[in-house]
């Protein structure tokens, strides 16, 4: 059976800046959280580092000319803060607007629609010295400064703008668990660095709609992710938990952007370890997105722990869980990617659905999705088919969400490119294309061309 896609559905793919560029300390670039993170023995796997990654940055006319065979309609990459700013702030670094001139106006000519992310984790090294990066007062004041640079030097060519990827990510592995850059471990820290960078989104989408939406007519909003949580059983307490991990989950960000405050489960449990937002701030915060942008890779089972408490789960997915009550699980018969991370396509739709409701069916952009495999290189391809029958799956849960009444608007693959995937370093491959290591050839995957089919039909 053949699911057809709307007319207008956008595809893309998308990568990020740390992870795909090189060139870290070139042209003028500041260094990053991550620049330094890396260095320090045993945060990332056999000590792989960004310092090349895919080398994007010296190869961005080949990497488009990719892009274009495969027909792609939108290009998702995120700018390193450090190279428009290196020192965060201050002076503005003309190489690095260059750079992105050069990558902008190619995807252009090529027909391909940027859609730009403002923050993708590499906060500039010397914000985290000077004022305590995501945990300083000023923070959202400076994250806007910088938006507003990109703003002015891009805005008459980018028309989708996305404020900061993923702050569950940031907050809970960068601040809860340590595990990604600053590498900060604690219960409550999390909480004030969410706080922040909901603060900061709200600040630059302001400095968005008073000084350039009008002329540029663009559209700015902001991506989360979000796993699927199933009840594990049919009792009400099981329901309630997934219910509750999701608010942990989704809600922590999505509840401020879309009605201006925190979920209720999360003032009731955390009290004054959650900060609270003035009325002012909640008015900027409420309706900040133009769209709903979420990163969407797996699910697991939830359930009551309220009298069960089950140790921390693998890589922090469940956030910080001794505040939710919540264990999680996964299915024996459930496959999984090399990540560990359990393939469900219909959790995907469901979460979906879950969105459509609780936000009134705001227009979605799914803004990653994708699965790393042990792929194998035999006689210069990859046949990668466990990674086609992944994305086979999502897409079909997609336009089945789509035909029950949820926007999904556009769909962007994670990832163009094998690339460097943080504390994993080079051993996750997330990628449609390998790259090869001494000569940074690209290598289209089978995945890649199966892709291209996909967009030229419109349809999986
Ligand atoms: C996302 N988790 O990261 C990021 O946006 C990408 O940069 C990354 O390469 C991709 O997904 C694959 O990991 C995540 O623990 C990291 O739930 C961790 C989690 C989720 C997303």
Known sequence: MTQQFPANFIWGSATSAYQVEGAWNQDGKGPSIWDVFCLIPGKVQSGDTGEIACDHYHRISADVALMKTMGLKAYRFSIAWARILPAGRGVVNVQGINFYNKLIDELLA??????????????????????????????????????????????????NWITINEAWVVAILGYGHGVFAPGKKSNDLPYLAAHNLLLAHAQAVNVYRTKFQKQQKGFIGITNNCDWREPLTDSVADKEAAQRALEFFLAWFAD????????????ERLGNRLPTFTQEQKMLLKGSSDFFGLNHYTTMYASDATNNKELESVYGNGGLSE???VNLSVDGAWKLTAMQWA???WGCKKLLQWIEERYDNPNIFITEN??????????GQVNDVDRIDFFKGYITAIGEAID???????????SLLDNFEWA?????????????????NRIAKASALWYRDVITNNAV
């Open 110 to 159: 090529a027909g391909i629609e940027p859609w730009v992310t403002l923050y993708h984790w590499d906060l500039p090294a010397a914000l985290e010295f000077e004022i305590d990066g995501w945990l300083g007062n000023e923070i959202a004041t400076v994250f806007a400064e910088y938006a507003e640079v990109c703003f002015t030097h891009f805005g008459n060519r980018v028309k």
């Open 256 to 267: 401020p952007v879309y009605k201006g405050d925190y979920p209720a489960v999360m003032k």
């Open 323 to 325: 505040d939710q009550d």
């Open 343 to 345: 393939i469900v396509p």
């Open 370 to 379: 994708g699965g790393a495999f042990d792929d194998k290189l035999i006689d």
């Open 404 to 414: 029950a009444g949820v926007n999904v608007k556009g769909y962007f693959i994670w």
């Open 424 to 440: 994993s370093g080079y051993s996750k491959k997330f990628g449609i294309h390998a790259v090869e290591k001494d000569s940074m």
